[in-house]
């Protein structure tokens, strides 16, 4: 590497220490690194903001202001209350219950969109439990990254792969969903078993909430009949968005501002309520990362993975899954993904191999290498910031400690699986 590349690195492994040692505050960290490179004019202000992801950034503050109107009409109220009766108040069956149906909901839904509709309602049903909301929300966050593995939809690295390889959506669920689900069913159960522990309610409490109306909850009717509308209206926009012509991004902006017009609640106490430091740590994090694919150094490292293998399909295979894994817990996967997909795209030209089955290594290795770390994943870091707000701290080593021996166990999963029916 060149001395540019050293620096580049050098401030990213840095701006990482920071953030596991938890000395500064993640965001303040991230914008430490990233105004730094700029100062040292390693990378001007022009380019750095080509590194945002504008997208990403847009679907963020969207969907935390139209959450931020819905909460206003009681519906997480409701839905907690009708969720924990059908588990009989059973926190064991909830977090299986609310672990699998994020799943399911992120293989259609943005993953970040699925965890800011969960989060309200699974802390309304802790505080009715008098239990600790992170197990729940530990199991919500990791089963979002696993689901939006499953579909064309559900993860931006599914989208560029299906559009550069020209596949569509029934290729992605005949080729990644049955081992989405049995990594789906095999985390969310493991997390049960890990938490039993810590998930246990006093039996008069459970006959408590067994008794409660859930009806009651609504206290503005007029604002949900609007709010549902709206949000039947985005959960469309993000399935058609393509057909559409529109980015995600203006879905949900487009959702969120019609909503403030027609709720007549006043903008000043909902921006509030946006999570503006994660969304600033997410701009810091995408000009750091970014720095690194502008000057060579993703490039590098893949480039390395594909040489290791010399084009043997296998072992080409097993070798992506696992540096795509591994990478993607510390790196933000669209740039990675970006890279190589052109790499994957020579390595077929060159050797005359069916890449196809490389396209689900990919995938599969990029979506679930985000469970890793705290910043592997959007959901995440978005996770961490609510739950901060909320009160409760989900620290980069409790995450990680959780998160990265999970994605390990799912990566053995998608290793079987792809060596069974795709490398072949």
Request: glycine fraction near 8%; proline fraction near 3%; charge should be neutral.
């Amino acid at each position: 590497m060149n001395f540019i590349q050293v620096i580049s690195v050098a401030v990213f492994i840095i701006t990482f220490i920071f953030i596991i040692s938890e000395k500064l505050n993640r965001t303040v960290a991230a914008m430490l690194g990233a105004m730094f490179l700029m100062i040292i004019r390693l990378i001007d202000q022009t380019t750095a903001t080509k590194f945002i992801d504008y997208t990403t950034i847009g679907v963020l503050v969207g969907m935390m202001i139209v959450i931020s109107i819905i909460k206003r009409t009681g519906l997480f109220q409701y839905l907690a209350i009708k969720s924990a009766k059908m588990a009989k108040g059973d926190p064991l069956k909830i977090i299986v219950m609310f672990g699998i149906m994020t799943g399911v909901i992120s293989a259609f839904l943005d993953n970040v969109t699925t965890v800011l509709l969960m989060i309200p309602v699974t802390i309304v049903i802790a505080k009715m439990l008098k239990l600790n909301p992170v197990p729940f929300i530990m199991s919500e966050v990791l089963s979002s990254n696993i689901g939006g593995t499953a579909t064309l939809i559900g993860d931006p690295p599914n989208i560029m792969i299906g559009s550069e390889a020209g596949l569509g959506f029934l290729d992605f669920i005949a080729n990644l969903t049955p081992v989405v689900l049995i990594i789906l069913l095999v985390t969310v159960f493991i997390l049960r078993y890990i938490y039993k522990n810590e998930l246990k309610v006093d039996e008069n409490l459970r006959m408590q909430i067994m008794k409660l109306d859930e009806n009651n909850a609504i206290v503005d009717r007029t604002l949900l009949v609007k709010s549902l509308a709206v949000l039947a209206l985005i959960i469309a926009g993000f399935f058609l968005h393509e057909h559409l012509g529109y980015e995600s991004s203006t879905i949900a902006l487009g959702g969120a501002t019609l909503l403030l017009l027609i709720s007549g609640l006043q903008i000043d106490e909902l921006l509030v309520e946006v999570e503006w430091t994660t969304i600033f740590f997410f701009i810091s994090l995408f000009i750091i990362v970014g720095t690194l694919n502008e000057v060579g150094v993703i490039s590098i490292l893949a480039n390395y993975v594909v040489n290791l293998t010399k084009g043997n399909l296998v072992l080409t295979g097993i070798v992506i899954l696992w540096a795509s894994a591994i990478l993607s817990a510390f790196l933000d996967n669209i740039p990675f993904v970006a890279t190589m997909i052109p790499l994957i795209k020579g390595l077929g030209a060159i050797t005359g191999i069916n890449i196809t089955p490389l396209w689900w290594v990919l995938s599969l290795g990029a979506c679930l290498g985000g469970n890793g770390t705290l910043v592997g994943a959007s959901a995440n870091v978005v996770t961490a910031g609510v739950m901060e707000k909320e009160g409760y701290k989900i620290t980069f080593k409790d995450f990680t400690k959780l998160g990265f021996p999970l994605m390990l166990i799912s990566i053995v999963i998608s290793t079987v699986y792809l060596l069974i029916f795709e490398l072949k």
